[in-house]
C-alpha cells in the first residue's frame, strides 16, 4: 500500500479569557480560517497579536491547525 498526505486546510485560533461564571472561566474561541498553507509561524503569531491588540478580554493561547488528507493512492 501506498499513501499520500496532502494538505487540506489551515486555521487560525485565539482564546480568551472572558472572566468567569460560577467559578469556572469562560473561554472563547476566534477562528480565522483559509489561511495560506506557506504562511511562517512569524507571520501567524503576528497576525495574531493584531487581533488581540484589537480585543476587549486578554488571550490564552494561539494555536494553528493544519489538516491534511491522508489517501490511499493504490485504490481509484
Same mark, same amino acid.
Given at each position: 500500500?501506498?499513501?499520500? !498526505?496532502?494538505?487540506?486546510? !489551515?486555521?487560525?485560533?485565539?482564546?480568551?479569557?472572558?472572566?468567569?461564571?460560577?467559578?469556572?472561566?469562560?473561554? !472563547?474561541r476566534?477562528?480565522?480560517?483559509?489561511?495560506?498553507e506557506?504562511?511562517?509561524?512569524?507571520?501567524?503569531?503576528?497576525?495574531?497579536?493584531?487581533i488581540?491588540?484589537?480585543?476587549?478580554?486578554?488571550?490564552?493561547?494561539?494555536y494553528?491547525?493544519?489538516?491534511?488528507?491522508?489517501?490511499?493512492t493504490?485504490i481509484?
Open positions: 500500500m501506498a499513501a499520500t !498526505k496532502d494538505f487540506y486546510a !489551515k486555521k487560525l485560533m485565539i482564546l480568551f479569557n472572558e472572566g468567569e461564571l460560577n467559578g469556572e472561566a469562560i473561554i !472563547k476566534k477562528t480565522i480560517n483559509n489561511i495560506n506557506a504562511s511562517t509561524a512569524d507571520q501567524l503569531y503576528s497576525v495574531a497579536q493584531e488581540i491588540g484589537l480585543q476587549l478580554y486578554p488571550a490564552i493561547d494561539i494553528v491547525d493544519e489538516d491534511y488528507l491522508v489517501r490511499d493504490t481509484q
